[in-house]
């Protein structure tokens, strides 16, 4: 780590292979906060008008329907605020809609029970086969690339996006942010962007088991043009409406419902948790805490002491993730040797495999071009 630059201003750092620093020394995601982000946002006050705007458009739309929006609920802080917001703040009535793929933490079920009764909202919960999950994942993990969480995502996204479809409900709330999430990590610490069957096909062919691949997938390209483009879905984003402040929402959902906040952001999948805490970081030396812990520096929630502070151990205790390393064995059906084995493979990147990865960043251009996403993709 010593052999990394620093932001002087934030913790991201050269892992970053295309991070930009400026003469005080100043990332280029600093800058880019400033420049795009702030002077956007209000995070203190919100904009009440702009979200009374966003929910008169949503009700009307929604008129003789059982549900007017959808929710994607994780248990995790942002979808947990965000579906708080939509009914007590935007007096509108959501579906929560939770897709299971078989890495919930206690905890995670247990803030979403919570909610959903502290609410009184309607839960739809849709399980992956957990067969379809582990043989996709033990395919990502022999090939070699940082992008470990593609698979839960792909599952999570295609399992909201086709149930949307399939009732007819267009618009679809997300706890996405700029509050905690301004500063998005490089697709080189295993940030891909999007569900690219093409990927997710060759990986398959190479690395699967044999069988017919019957994981459940939406493609970014459908979803994004398809669903959002052709047939109107549209995607809101609340949180950035609304004075959204980590530490002051958990207090919040901890006093309303009993929700129990977390010891950092992803720490509702145990998959993501180890993948994050212990796989990423030890395998190919990114922390994706340095995006987590910047965006709450820059948006003046955490001082930058006490992230570096942070950086200096795991999140999670060694006694602990040497457990976490056989429970993640045990349950991909394989032994810790073997599993072990897969850590000291060849790093590999999506590069090696076949992808879209060019179309899906014209995109993602094209929508910063068009001031629809101000963060950076790349």
Same mark, same amino acid.
């Given at each position: 780590?010593?052999?990394?630059?620093? +932001?002087?201003?934030?913790?991201?750092?050269?892992?970053?292979?295309?991070?930009?620093?400026?003469?005080?020394?100043? +990332?280029?995601?600093?800058?880019?906060?400033?420049?795009?982000?702030?002077?956007?946002?209000?995070?203190?006050?919100?904009?009440?008008?702009?979200?009374?705007?966003?929910?008169?458009?949503?009700?009307?739309?929604?008129?003789?329907?059982?549900?007017?929006?959808?929710?994607?609920?994780?248990?995790?802080?942002?979808?947990?605020?965000?579906?708080?917001?939509?009914?007590?703040?935007?007096?509108?009535?959501?579906?929560?809609?939770?897709?299971?793929?078989?890495?919930?933490?206690?905890?995670?079920?247990?803030?979403?029970?919570?909610?959903?009764?502290?609410?009184?909202? %309607?839960?739809?919960?849709?399980?992956?086969?957990?067969?379809?999950?582990?043989?996709?994942?033990?395919?990502?993990?022999?090939?070699?690339?940082?992008?470990? %969480?593609?698979?839960?995502?792909?599952?999570?996204?295609?399992?909201?996006?086709?149930?949307?479809?399939?009732?007819?409900?267009?618009?679809?709330?997300?706890?996405?942010?700029?509050?905690?999430? +301004?500063?998005?990590?490089?697709?080189?610490?295993?940030?891909?962007?999007?569900?690219?069957?093409?990927?997710?096909?060759?990986?398959?062919?190479?690395?699967?088991?044999?069988?017919?691949?019957?994981?459940?997938?939406?493609?970014? @390209?459908?979803?994004?043009?398809?669903?959002?483009?052709?047939?109107?879905?549209?995607?809101?984003?609340?949180?950035?409406?609304?004075?959204?402040?980590?530490?002051?929402?958990?207090?919040?959902?901890?006093?309303?419902?009993?929700?129990?906040?977390?010891?950092?952001?992803?720490?509702?999948?145990?998959?993501?948790?180890?993948?994050?805490?212990?796989?990423?970081?030890?395998?190919?030396?990114?922390?994706?805490?340095?995006?987590?812990?910047?965006? @709450?520096?820059?948006?003046?929630?955490?001082?930058?002491?006490?992230?570096?502070?942070?950086?200096?151990?795991?999140?999670?205790?060694?006694?602990?993730?040497?457990?976490?390393?056989?429970?993640?064995?045990?349950?991909?059906?394989?032994?810790?040797?073997?599993?072990?084995?897969?850590?000291?493979?060849?790093?590999?990147?999506?590069?090696?495999?076949?992808?879209?990865?060019?179309?899906?960043?014209?995109?993602?251009?094209?929508?910063?071009?068009?001031?629809?996403?101000?963060?950076?993709?790349?």
């Amino acid at each position: 780590m010593s052999n990394k630059r620093v +932001c002087t201003q934030c913790v991201m750092d050269s892992s970053d292979p295309h991070i930009i620093f400026d003469d005080n020394g100043v +990332c280029d995601y600093c800058d880019n906060f400033e420049k795009n982000i702030k002077t956007n946002w209000n995070p203190s006050q919100g904009n009440p008008a702009a979200l009374e705007e966003m929910a008169d458009a949503i009700r009307v739309a929604g008129k003789g329907k059982d549900f007017d929006c959808i929710i994607g609920l994780s248990g995790g802080l942002d979808s947990s605020y965000a579906a708080y917001i939509a009914k007590e703040k935007m007096g509108l009535r959501p579906l929560l809609f939770h897709v299971d793929a078989g890495w919930n933490t206690d905890q995670a079920v247990g803030n979403i029970e919570k909610l959903v009764d502290g609410l009184g909202l %309607d839960l739809y919960t849709e399980v992956v086969n957990w067969e379809s999950v582990k043989r996709m994942q033990l395919a990502f993990l022999r090939s070699g690339i940082p992008d470990q %969480d593609l698979v839960q995502d792909a599952a999570f996204f295609s399992g909201l996006y086709k149930f949307a479809r399939q009732h007819n409900i267009k618009h679809i709330i997300t706890g996405s942010n700029f509050s905690t999430e +301004c500063c998005r990590e490089p697709e080189e610490w295993g940030g891909y962007l999007g569900i690219d069957k093409t990927l997710f096909g060759d990986i398959w062919k190479r690395f699967g088991d044999g069988k017919p691949n019957d994981f459940p997938l939406v493609d970014i @390209l459908v979803y994004k043009l398809l669903y959002q483009r052709v047939m109107g879905m549209k995607v809101h984003h609340p949180l950035n409406l609304v004075p959204f402040f980590k530490t002051d929402a958990e207090n919040e959902l901890e006093k309303l419902f009993g929700w129990k906040r977390f010891q950092h952001k992803h720490h509702e999948s145990r998959f993501t948790r180890f993948y994050e805490d212990y796989w990423l970081p030890r395998r190919f030396g990114y922390e994706k805490r340095r995006a987590h812990f910047s965006s @709450l520096i820059v948006t003046g929630q955490m001082t930058r002491d006490a992230a570096l502070d942070r950086l200096l151990q795991p999140e999670m205790d060694e006694h602990f993730l040497k457990q976490e390393f056989e429970y993640v064995a045990h349950k991909l059906g394989i032994s810790v040797h073997e599993l072990q084995e897969v850590f000291d493979l060849p790093k590999k990147t999506y590069k090696d495999y076949k992808n879209k990865r060019w179309m899906i960043n014209m995109g993602a251009n094209l929508m910063r071009l068009l001031g629809m996403e101000k963060r950076f993709f790349r």
